[in-house]
């Protein structure tokens, strides 16, 4: 057996690691130590790139100033902090499906092995056409599904009531979704404007850390939750999740810690419970943290209706008590 992704292994990996090595050092004066703890290797490793011959590192079919540009790429948003180690792992991943798409792989697998010639070899186009198709059209219907979530929350005048401090998002992911960039989501959040509910922007993927984050956790326990919403969390809200029956855990904060991983390991804990399902995670807040009501389901729809049946329960029981 010779798959294709021997060469990118031995071939495409190493040339990219030296030319980002080099980068980093040359261009933003990193030190070895901390070149070698972002791209994962020794410091011994980071000083063998650097003294690399750059004209050695790669031959045809790949191009060594296209791989030059992409690691330039690569080291800058590095630099930058924009990219964490999901996100570079990510771009790698996706330039190497293109490489293979484009046919840059398969004529240096070609080259290697002479039989893939004469049998007219297609695996990767095969392959990867159907899965571009497929991953295409699994995103696009959970892009449309936000946005009808978004055209019912935006339709709903008492919406607004149930708007956290800090706002609001709904967030959907594809099926078997890996990381943040499977999850799509408004960018800006969902604010109040003029009394009302409104997404500042259309919905893409990748922008939402962390209710996206919260979502992927929440996948663990079950993964046809795909969808969740944030709301605000007071005494209205608690008796609206009540009276719905919602399957409600109760997340309580350490005072002295302030940060979401605290939120995650929670959730990351019914998930070893095997609780199998969760309709509503309150996170009762604390010094400088707002209480929030995270809806888990099936569909962006689905929560986004939730949240507005609670909306609507919530403003009955706002306006009976100021009677």
């Known amino acids: 057996m010779n798959p294709p992704c021997e060469i990118v292994v031995r071939k495409f990996l190493p040339a990219l690691r030296v030319l980002v090595a080099k980068e980093l050092s040359q261009t933003y004066g990193w030190p070895q130590t901390k070149i070698a703890d ?7 490793a980071v000083s063998g790139y650097l003294s690399q011959n750059e004209s050695e590192l790669i031959s045809p079919p790949f191009d060594l100033e296209e791989l030059k540009a992409i690691a330039r790429s690569i080291a800058a948003e590095m630099n930058m902090k924009k990219r964490g180690q999901v996100d570079t792992i990510y771009e790698v991943c996706r330039i190497c499906l293109n490489l293979r798409k484009s046919g840059t792989i398969c004529h240096a697998h070609r080259m290697k092995i002479s039989n ?5 070899c297609s695996i990767c186009m095969q392959l990867h056409m159907g899965l571009t198709i497929d991953v295409m059209d699994m995103r696009r219907r959970v892009i449309n599904e936000v946005k009808s979530a978004l055209e019912l929350i935006e339709g709903t005048q008492e919406f607004s009531v149930v708007l956290p401090e800090v706002f609001s998002n709904v967030v959907m992911a594809i099926e078997g979704a890996r990381n943040i960039s499977d999850v799509a989501g408004v960018p800006g959040r969902i604010v109040r404007f003029r009394g009302k509910a409104k997404a500042l922007l259309d919905p893409e993927f990748g922008v939402s850390g962390h209710l996206g984050k919260v979502l992927l956790k929440v996948m663990k326990i079950n993964p046809n939750l795909r969808a969740s919403i944030n709301i605000t969390y007071n ?6 999740i009540e009276r719905l029956g919602l399957k ?43 209480p929030n009501t995270y809806l888990f389901g099936t569909t962006a729809v689905e929560v986004a209706d939730r949240a507005v049946r609670i909306a609507r329960m919530v403003n009955i029981m706002k306006r009976k008590n100021n009677k």
């Open 38 to 44: 972002r791209l994962g290797v020794t410091q011994a």
């Open 235 to 240: 005494e209205y809200v608690r008796l609206a």
């Open 116 to 120: 893939l010639v004469e049998e007219r």
């Open 248 to 290: 409600t855990y109760i997340f309580k904060r350490d005072m002295d810690k302030k940060d979401e991983q605290e939120l995650l390991d929670f959730i990351e804990d019914l998930a070893k419970k095997n609780v199998g399902w969760v309709d509503v995670i309150v996170d009762e807040g604390g010094f400088g943290i707002e």
